[in-house]
């Protein structure tokens, strides 16, 4: 040590005296030239300054703006764009990127007029520029597609606004792998150049970084071939600066000492190791572009200490002249890049799943959190109805509105939310923004339905001012406005809104008081309807999760579940009168109910799909799907978490999923099985343990199965974290091959055990064969195909020929390292203290001849997205029934949107304009009759309403789709350059009619004539 000491005193007394004597420099101002730009024969390293600020993790959103709860971690968002801009302001040839606009909003509000004026000269000349540019920079596993495009929407609609400028680049940079959606539809369909992110399989980088394949032409989509593809570039390691390069405070890499009369000079010393990192990275890039990512997560909190480096090393650097350096964007980096003529390798498909290390698949968090994951799942859809509704009833400036909601989704849409590996304070708080703005949107929807349901002949003041009840928990079967028992007279009003384009009939389930109700529609019809018994289970969980969640005790009147078949046109609502016949004995004699150990086999279902059970298979569903001859046994089982405490520490967590075996579940005592058949279905209630059961529905004239699981509390007394999955079973020959959807959109097709992009060495058989599943999962052979959907994001896997699994829960009891610091142990909290948490949720099951299965996926998952909305108001005899419209749809009578096609969105945006999406549902060659080019007549779409132009963007609204096409840059691809597709032709003004290819989503504004009608005539019932 002391010989080091002695020889760098020596290098520096003889560096101070060339100084002083060749360049007769003393210590004063020193002007450095931070102005060079690219040079093109020259290696080129692109500083990039950045922050990576996450909506939520550690802290809340609003914790990491002001720099609140500092002992958690010292982050203060608010600090990092004041100096970053101070620095701008300094030097016109810095530059930065900001990212989460959730954080820039919440910024650029509370600045003053003359503040934001030199803040918008920045942006206008490219010093700051908005990159990716959502509200979050949201993760790419669990959210829905249709959730992604709102978030970017909602933050690219605020740059445009206040900056009038278009994001190019997609920069992903944390989330924990990438989706193909992510690529063609965040990314191409925004008029994005690029994308950008680090994270991908640690043996992917290993061959990428070898074969100098980092940068690719990504094409998405297959449906959409070469148009979906889109430059993307892979960080060589983490989206940090090199080692030796973080210039944060209390960061240790050594600083540019250019002052003579100081110790330590090291001016040359740092060029040198600038050169060196520089061309280390030029071995596995590709032209001589490199970027250096400068920043991480909450930098430049002081951006001074950044600059004053970055300037240095631009100077001194490009002094010495081996590399160039410059002050640089993600987007300068493209440009580069493109210039340089280069062809570039194809990638296909995603980058799924992701492992950062042999025994660390990042799988694990496709399922943890699936109450929240589910209750963002709920509010999608409802957010979808409810704009529908605002923009039926007419956006209203004094609200109530949407708005709420929109900012409480986008943020749940970030990679630490929604994702659910963010702390548990951290998730309540997403929780407590998501359901404040519920309460907006609830208002906003009743007061919609309330107007549209008004008769306009009516001469009755009150006759538009019902106040319509809504249940937002009757997955629990709690829905006081139901459940009040009806007093002599009086009758329940139900409205059923679908916000689908097409008509739909599908059974409805409140619970009610009294088990001699019956429904009318609204002619005065009686339905055919079906009273079930309220379950142990579910009036156990619907007690405590009322009074944990709501604090209050709800009434013992609900015992009984009342279902019927409502039938209700696109785009509108039919409306049902529920009312008590005080005649006894109607009820449950539709169905019977037998318990215990059976006596002989059982079989239920009267269409193509029975459910089969024998005595020894009480635990167990056999699906026999008649049509196919496929028999599909399904049983719960669990995998006991990794602890880390074997050679390898990695433990499974909130991220990481690292089984450690699986467990078959066991049988707790007698085995409870119940049957009640019903005239509109029927049903099997399975009790397998004291912390799982299901109940297994079957319709009339449906071919799949509805499976409603209830699973936890999981029990943690033994010390073992676990993963809770259910598997199915069958004979089918899958040669390994199942395919699960990326987003809920497109499907890819998965290998078991194999890799498209290089030779998988394979230490985790069950982690590293996990994908996300959003959508649903499935598989085929020669004469059949099996799917399974599901109601929220999930993991899945086909671990072996013919079996498909679901994680459907996790209690994990350590922490995976990888920086959350909290074990993923979610307790719901009552007086009597706290247990582990229970979820309740939906999947369903269809057996199809091979190629016929899409029509279901498609179009029933397009219904689970979107369920019924229903709400809920009391009458007097016939006195609402009579007096108001029962039956509505916004469409022109008759008319329908095609199956293939589903209305993303319908919204009256602030300044009057209607932005309007409209997604082909099916794949090219996915559905023999469906998959092909479909049309919308927006004449017919927008009854009664005239349409002044119609103008079609960019997915995110914020450019003319025309010119974006012009600004697309067009790149080189190694071997055939993809195949061009063709998509919709350009709407014609006069005829209004929409082309949908297959997969195509096209984003329109449209204005109005005002001033029409904007409540569609009454309806004949459809
Ligand atoms: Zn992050």
């Not at 503040?115 to 942006?123: A, E, I, P, S």
């Not at 070469?226 to 960080?235: E, L």
């Not at 050679?647 to 075996?661: E, M």
Request: glycine share 6%; hydrophobic share 35%; net charge negative.
């Amino acid at each position: 040590m002391a010989v080091k000491c002695f020889h760098s005193f020596a290098l520096h007394l003889l560096l101070v005296t060339i100084v002083i004597v060749i360049g007769g420099v003393n210590s004063e101002y020193i002007e450095y030239n931070t102005t060079p730009r690219i040079v093109p024969e020259k290696i080129n390293v692109h500083l990039v300054p950045h922050s990576h600020d996450d909506v939520g993790w550690l802290k809340t959103v609003d914790q990491y703006y002001v720099g609140a709860n500092n002992s958690i971690r010292g982050a203060c968002v608010e600090n990092v764009i004041e100096s970053v801009i101070a620095s701008l302001l300094d030097d016109q040839n810095r530059k930065f990127i900001y990212v989460e606009m959730a954080f820039f909003e919440r910024w650029w509000r509370q600045q003053s007029n003359a503040k934001k004026v030199k803040v918008k000269k920045l942006v206008d000349s490219g010093q700051l520029e908005f990159i990716n540019g959502g509200m979050c920079m949201h993760d790419e596993a669990t959210p829905h597609y249709i959730d992604m495009i709102d978030q970017t929407t909602l933050g690219h609609q605020f740059i445009k606004r206040e900056f009038g400028q278009v994001p190019r680049v997609g920069w992903q940079i944390d989330p924990f792998g990438h989706s193909a959606v992510q690529a063609y539809l965040l990314g191409a369909e925004l008029g994005f150049d690029s994308l950008f992110f680090a994270r991908i399989d640690y043996q992917d980088r290993a061959k990428r970084l070898r074969e100098k394949t980092l940068e690719v032409i990504w094409q998405g989509s297959k449906s959409l071939g070469s148009s979906s593809q889109i430059f993307t570039g892979v960080f060589p390691r983490h989206y940090d600066p090199p080692d030796g390069f973080t210039f944060e405070i209390n960061d240790v890499s050594p600083p540019i000492q250019d002052d003579p009369l100081l110790f330590d000079y090291n001016v040359q010393e740092r060029v040198n190791d600038f050169v060196a990192a520089a061309l280390t990275q030029v071995n596995v890039t590709r032209t001589n572009h490199i970027m250096w990512l400068m920043g991480t997560d909450f930098r430049y909190q002081y951006a001074y200490s950044w600059y004053r480096q970055m300037d240095k090393f631009i100077h001194y650097v490009n002094k010495d002249g081996r590399v160039n350096v410059l002050y640089s964007t993600p987007s300068i980096y493209t440009d580069a890049k493109y210039a340089a003529n280069e062809s570039w390798p194809l990638k296909t498909d995603d980058f799924f799943p992701y492992a950062d290390k042999p025994n660390a698949y990042w799988t694990g968090y496709f399922t943890s959190r699936p109450a929240f994951k589910k209750y963002v799942r709920d509010l999608s859809g409802y957010y979808l109805a409810a704009r529908q509704l605002e923009f039926l009833r007419g956006r209203s400036s004094s609200g109530p509105t949407t708005d709420m909601l929109a900012d409480a989704l986008a943020i749940a849409q970030h990679h630490d939310a929604v994702s659910g590996t963010q702390r548990q304070h951290v998730a309540a708080d997403y929780a407590l923004r998501l359901s404040m703005g519920y309460l907006q949107a609830e208002k906003l929807v009743a007061s919609s339905l309330s107007f549209l349901s008004a008769s306009k002949s009516s001469t009755d003041e009150k006759n538009s001012d019902t106040k319509f009840e809504q249940c937002p928990l009757l997955n629990i079967s709690y829905c006081p406005a139901s459940e009040a028992r009806l007093s002599s007279g009086k009758s329940l009003v139900v409205v059923v809104y679908n916000s689908l384009g097409w008509k739909r009939e599908e059974v409805v389930r409140v619970p009610v008081s009294s088990e001699n109700v019956i429904v009318k529609d609204a002619s005065g019809k009686e339905l055919v309807s079906q009273i079930l018994p309220l379950s142990d289970i579910t009036l156990r969980i619907r007690k405590e999760h009322v009074k944990a969640y709501l604090g209050r005790s709800p009434k013992d009147t609900a015992k009984h579940v009342l279902a019927f078949t409502a039938s209700v046109p696109p785009l509108g609502f039919s409306t049902y009168v529920i009312s008590d016949t005080g005649r006894t004995g109607r009820g449950l004699s539709a169905s019977y109910v037998t318990s215990g150990s059976l006596n002989q086999d059982v079989e239920v279902g009267q269409g193509n799909l029975k459910l089969l059970y024998s005595e020894e298979g009480v635990k167990m569903t056999r699906y026999l799907s008649t049509k196919n001859q496929v028999t599909a046994e399904q049983t719960y089982a669990y995998y006991i978490g990794s602890n880390g405490t074997d050679k390898d520490p990695q433990a499974s967590g909130a991220y990481v999923f690292r089984p450690d075996g699986a467990r078959p579940i066991k049988s707790e005592g007698q085995a409870q099985l119940t049957v009640v058949r019903g005239p509109l279905f029927d049903e099997v209630h399975q009790e397998f343990n004291s912390w799982i059961s299901q109940i297994t529905r079957v319709y009339k004239g449906k071919d799949h199965a509805e499976i409603e699981f209830t699973v936890g509390p999981i029990p943690a007394d033994d010390g073992n974290s676990k993963e809770v999955i259910t598997k199915f079973t069958t004979t089918m020959k899958t040669n390994g091959t199942f395919y699960t959807d990326s987003n809920g959109r497109d499907f890819i097709k998965r290998i078991r055990d194999f890799r498209s992009d290089w030779d998988l060495q394979v230490y985790q058989p069950v982690a590293g064969n996990y994908y996300p599943i959003n959508l649903g999962i499935y598989m085929q052979d020669k004469t059949s195909e099996l799917s399974v959907l599901v109601d929220r994001a999930v993991g899945g896997s086909s671990l072996e020929d013919g079996q498909i699994e679901l994680m459907l829960h996790r209690r994990m009891l350590h922490d995976d390292i990888r920086g959350v610091g909290e074990i993923l142990n979610e307790t719901v909290c009552l007086p009597d203290g706290c247990k582990g948490l229970t979820i309740k949720g939906k999947f369903y099951v269809q057996i199809d001849k091979p190629g016929d299965g899409a029509r279901w996926r498609r179009t029933f998952g397009q219904e689970i997205y979107s369920p019924l909305l229903l709400a809920f108001t009391e009458q007097e005899g016939d006195h609402w029934i009579n007096s108001h419209k029962t039956i509505f749809s916004a469409l022109e009578s008759s008319y329908a949107l095609p199956n293939n096609v589903a209305l993303l969105t319908l919204q009256e945006l602030e300044n009057g304009e209607v932005l309007l999406r409209l997604a082909h549902l099916f794949e090219a060659g996915e559905d023999s009759e469906y998959s092909v080019m479909t049309k919308v007549e927006l004449k017919k779409l927008f009854n009664n309403r005239k349409i002044r132009k119609v103008i079609e963007t960019s997915l995110s609204g914020n450019q003319e789709k025309a010119e974006m096409e012009k600004r697309r840059l067009v790149w080189k691809v190694e071997g055939s350059a993809g195949e061009e597709v063709k998509r919709g032709e350009a709407v014609d003004e006069e005829e209004l009619v929409v082309e949908l290819a297959p997969m195509e989503i096209r984003t329109f504004l449209i204005r109005f004539d005002d001033h029409i009608d904007m409540v569609g005539e009454e309806r004949a019932a459809t």
